[in-house]
């Protein structure tokens, strides 16, 4: 299957010249996953909501000042699983397609994922969600969720009340939301000094609940079918029998990266933020990775998936960078963390942790081997 039966010519675009606050109406009003910007009606880069929660650009700022104009580039007679792979490795939910030189349309996430749904079926959410979690309490204010959200690149936090059990759901996109409405009323003069008491708002009062669950034995098929329904980018995980646990989260990129696992000898190393990379390479860091594993035999790795992500703080102008290591195995997920200044370093410190979490499971039955079931469904579109 080739993007071509996937894209579409439909999306919605703004001028470079438009003021950054319009941007956020265009998000509140109709709820796009990202933006195209063009100049003059050339190509000019694409803006998502999570963009603009990060930023501290002012409203008054241009378009052209956030756009990422090094999103992938997707051509429209490419495959869907380097498609898939193009976005996840781009931290992006939307893609602009071009016919040679010329922007025809754009390719989103969800499309991918409608096109190939029946072909989840053969996956079990276990298989492919996050089991590392970072979640809130229900009286931490809105400043430290949004704090949490950047630090650790991630779109969703759960809630937990004081027992620790499952309570509510704050995402990027109710707080660019809820910051568009308070500017709003603010405009409006209905109440002033909103903004600066927002940050210190609880997020009970403004998170989701109850909150959409799935368990890991149930299939990604119904996973997704389950987010498209209600409406949300991902689920909590929760044991079986047990909805007020958090066991980890399913999100569609969580969905998406399993479309570009390979059946091939070598390992399949997919890096998010790719462009976050500066002494390493991608080819560094698969072999590192192979080196680990190579040690312990008994562990077969299906796919390994590195995360980048970059912190204001420098040091001789190389900045500090947050490295996350995670092995998809036949004993389950592995993870490994690490800091560091520029991206060989951090990787370098995250490949140290993951080495000796790899070395604690030593002795942990092994969990039944990924057949590629999904890889030989997906061939046959």
Same mark, same amino acid.
């Given at each position: 299957?080739?993007?071509?039966?996937?894209?579409?010519?439909?999306?919605?675009?703004?001028?470079?010249?438009?003021?950054?606050?319009?941007?956020?109406?265009?998000?509140?009003?109709?709820?796009?996953?990202?933006?195209? !910007?063009?100049?003059?009606?050339?190509?000019?880069?694409?803006?998502?909501?999570?963009?603009?929660?990060?930023?501290?650009?002012?409203?008054?700022?241009?378009?052209?000042?956030?756009?990422?104009?090094?999103?992938?580039?997707?051509? &429209?007679? =490419?495959?869907?699983?380097?498609?898939?792979?193009?976005?996840?490795?781009?931290?992006?939910?939307?893609?602009?397609?071009?016919?040679?030189?010329?922007?025809?349309?754009?390719?989103?996430?969800?499309?991918?994922?409608?096109?190939?749904?029946?072909?989840? =079926?053969?996956?079990?959410?276990?298989?492919? /969600?996050?089991?590392?979690?970072?979640?809130?309490?229900?009286?931490?204010?809105?400043?430290?969720?949004?704090?949490?959200?950047?630090?650790?690149?991630?779109?969703?936090?759960?809630?937990?009340?004081?027992?620790?059990?499952?309570?509510?759901?704050?995402?990027?996109?109710?707080?660019?939301?809820?910051?568009? &409405?308070?500017?709003?009323?603010?405009?409006?003069?209905?109440?002033?000094? #909103?903004?600066?008491?927002?940050? #210190?708002?609880?997020?009970?009062?403004?998170?989701?609940?109850?909150?959409?669950?799935?368990?890991?034995?149930?299939?990604?098929?119904?996973?997704?079918?389950?987010?498209?329904?209600?409406?949300?980018?991902?689920?909590?995980?929760?044991?079986?029998?047990?909805?007020?646990?958090?066991?980890?989260?399913?999100?569609?990129?969580? !969905?998406?990266?399993?479309?570009?696992?390979?059946?091939?000898?070598?390992?399949?190393?997919?890096?998010?933020?790719?462009?976050?990379?500066?002494?390493?390479?991608?080819?560094?860091?698969?072999?590192?990775?192979?080196? !680990?594993?190579?040690?312990?035999? #008994?562990?077969?790795?299906?796919?390994?998936? !590195?995360?980048?992500? =970059?912190?204001?703080?420098?040091?001789?102008?190389?900045?500090?960078?947050?490295?996350?290591?995670?092995? &998809?195995?036949?004993?389950?997920?592995?993870?490994?963390?690490?800091?560091?200044?520029?991206?060989?370093?951090?990787?370098?410190?995250?490949?140290?942790?993951?080495?000796?979490?790899?070395?604690?499971?030593?002795?942990?039955?092994?969990?039944?081997? /990924?057949?590629?079931?999904?890889?030989?469904?997906?061939?046959?579109?």
């Amino acid at each position: 299957m080739n993007i071509a039966d996937i894209a579409t010519d439909e999306f919605v675009q703004v001028d470079s010249d438009e003021r950054l606050g319009k941007v956020r109406s265009v998000f509140e009003r109709e709820n796009p996953k990202g933006i195209v !910007v063009t100049d003059e009606e050339e190509y000019a880069g694409v803006i998502t909501e999570r963009q603009l929660l990060q930023s501290h650009i002012e409203d008054d700022a241009k378009a052209n000042v956030l756009a990422r104009s090094n999103v992938p580039r997707i051509g &429209r007679d =490419e495959d869907v699983r380097d498609v898939a792979r193009m976005l996840v490795e781009g931290g992006t939910k939307v893609a602009p397609v071009f016919e040679g030189e010329t922007l025809w349309g754009i390719v989103t996430e969800d499309a991918i994922l409608e096109a190939v749904l029946e072909n989840l =079926e053969v996956l079990t959410v276990d298989q492919i /969600y996050t089991d590392s979690v970072v979640t809130l309490q229900e009286d931490d204010h809105l400043g430290k969720a949004i704090n949490y959200l950047r630090e650790n690149d991630i779109s969703r936090l759960p809630v937990v009340n004081e027992n620790g059990r499952l309570a509510g759901m704050v995402t990027t996109h109710d707080i660019a939301d809820f910051a568009v &409405r308070t500017m709003e009323r603010q405009q409006k003069g209905d109440r002033s000094g #909103d903004t600066d008491r927002m940050l #210190d708002l609880p997020v009970y009062d403004m998170m989701n609940a109850p909150v959409e669950t799935i368990t890991g034995e149930e299939t990604v098929k119904t996973a997704v079918e389950r987010m498209f329904e209600s409406g949300y980018a991902g689920l909590v995980v929760t044991p079986d029998g047990d909805d007020t646990s958090v066991a980890g989260i399913l999100t569609k990129t969580d !969905v998406l990266r399993a479309l570009t696992f390979t059946e091939e000898q070598s390992m399949d190393v997919q890096i998010t933020n790719i462009d976050f990379l500066d002494t390493v390479s991608r080819s560094d860091i698969q072999d590192a990775i192979a080196e !680990v594993v190579d040690k312990y035999q #008994d562990m077969q790795v299906h796919h390994a998936h !590195v995360r980048l992500s =970059e912190h204001k703080e420098r040091l001789r102008g190389t900045p500090l960078i947050h490295a996350q290591i995670r092995l &998809r195995t036949n004993r389950g997920q592995i993870a490994g963390t690490g800091e560091g200044y520029g991206s060989d370093t951090a990787f370098r410190v995250a490949l140290d942790k993951l080495e000796r979490n790899v070395l604690e499971l030593k002795g942990i039955r092994a969990d039944k081997e /990924y057949e590629g079931q999904l890889l030989r469904k997906l061939d046959e579109l």
